[in-house]
């Protein structure tokens, strides 16, 4: 919170504050206040109206969808019983190594090198001595 908000926001602070103003000065401030005040419920008020209204429009044309036995999933596109989203085949192999327990491993290209090939490149050595 801002150093002004806070001030302004501490019935203290705000008596304090006061004390450097005249009776005309703060009445004008109240009233700007309330200005600024009434704009910011007028905006709010319109918000939640075009909001409502929005979600109005909504319930209304899934009524008709409904009606004319149409559901959400096809207009999207979606089958009626799976996800939407399908999950890619894994990446095929194109390295392979020994690690450090003696193991024979495979490695896509995709991510972290694994540490036995990346010491190899740091040793002079190229990716296509990996290939499978």
Known sequence: MS???QKLNNI????????EFSIDVLEEMLEKFRV??????AEEE????SLAEKQKKINALLEMMQADGISPDDILGKS???ASTRKRAA????YRYTDLDG???TWTGQ???PKPIAKALAEGKSLNDFLI
Do not use: I
């Not at 319109?46 to 109206?49: D, F, G, N, P």
């Open 12 to 19: 203290r602070t705000l008596r304090a504050m006061s004390r």
């Open 3 to 5: 150093t002004m908000l």
């Open 80 to 82: 009626a019983g799976g």
């Open 36 to 41: 600024v005040t009434e704009e910011k419920r």
């Open 46 to 49: 319109s918000l939640q109206e």
């Open 103 to 105: 193991e024979q491993k």
């Open 91 to 94: 990446r095929p192999a194109k």
């Open 111 to 113: 991510g972290r090198t």
